[in-house]
T-cell receptor, first 115, second 116 residues
Framework: SQTIHQWPATLVQPVGSPLSLECTVEGTSNPNLYWYRQAAGRGLQLLFYSVGIGQISSEVPQNLSASRPQDRQFILSSKKLLLSDSGFYLC??????????????FGPGTRLLVL | AQKITQTQPGMFVQEKEAVTLDCTYDTSDPSYGLFWYKQPSSGEMIFLIYQGSYDQQNATEGRYSLNFQKARKSANLVISASQLGDSAMYFCAMREGLTGANNLFFGTGTRLTVIP
């Protein structure tokens, strides 16, 4: 069965510091991968998605970036965090089979607090 | 325009009763999928149920069913026999089209509280 991992679970960082959040998927190959952010009490906002190694699409302009160095690894980064980067970051995967039925499955998330 | 609208910020239901969580959507694509996710306080998004735009019957998964009214563009989630563990945020989401890594559009969610 497939599992998706995220770490760290919680992170407190000062403004201006760098960020690296990692997401890995097990039990599947060539998945589509996604990064979402959820502000407190809000819905999910798609930040990035990837259909393959090195292929990143950005949905929202921001000071964040994403990379996919390996098939099942997705990394969210920032060179300098802003206060507004605080939130709950969720990674998700889907099979990449296409079609509207393709379901996204989410990881446990990372709570980021920028002070 | 919002692609997914959830008009109920919060709902209460008595344990063992049924509850309906509303969701309306907006798309001009004839091919789309509708999803419901549950987010407990731990934060993880748990997939509950899926309804396709071409599905003839309403989807059901255990105590979850989807009241799909295509003409009204609504996809309400019905939870039967509510349990205390059902207390959580519930999100409706939509995926359009057939190509690529089509994104999920999420609503703002409904917080369900089950009362003992």
């Amino acid at each position: 069965s497939q599992t998706i991992h995220q770490w760290p679970a919680t992170l407190v960082q000062p403004v201006g510091s760098p960020l690296s959040l990692e997401c890995t998927v097990e039990g599947t190959s060539n998945p589509n991968l996604y990064w979402y952010r959820q502000a407190a009490g809000r819905g999910l906002q798609l930040l990035f998605y990837s259909v393959g190694i090195g292929q990143i699409s950005s949905e929202v302009p921001q000071n964040l970036s994403a990379s996919r160095p390996q098939d099942r690894q997705f990394i969210l980064s920032s060179k300098k965090l802003l206060l507004s980067d605080s939130g709950f970051y969720l990674c998700a995967w889907s099979s990449g089979s296409g079609g509207p039925k393709e379901t996204q499955y989410f990881g446990p998330g990372t709570r980021l607090l920028v002070l | 325009a919002q692609k997914i609208t959830q008009t109920q910020p919060g709902m209460f239901v008595q344990e063992k009763e049924a509850v309906t969580l509303d969701c309306t959507y907006d798309t001009s694509d004839p091919s789309y999928g509708l999803f419901w996710y549950k987010q407990p306080s731990s934060g993880e998004m748990i997939f509950l149920i899926y309804q396709g735009s071409y599905d003839q019957q309403n989807a059901t998964e255990g105590r979850y069913s989807l009241n799909f009214q295509k003409a009204r563009k609504s996809a309400n989630l019905v939870i039967s026999a509510s349990q205390l563990g059902d207390s959580a945020m519930y999100f409706c989401a939509m995926r359009e089209g057939l190509t690529g890594a089509n994104n999920l559009f999420f609503g703002t969610g409904t917080r369900l509280t089950v009362i003992p």
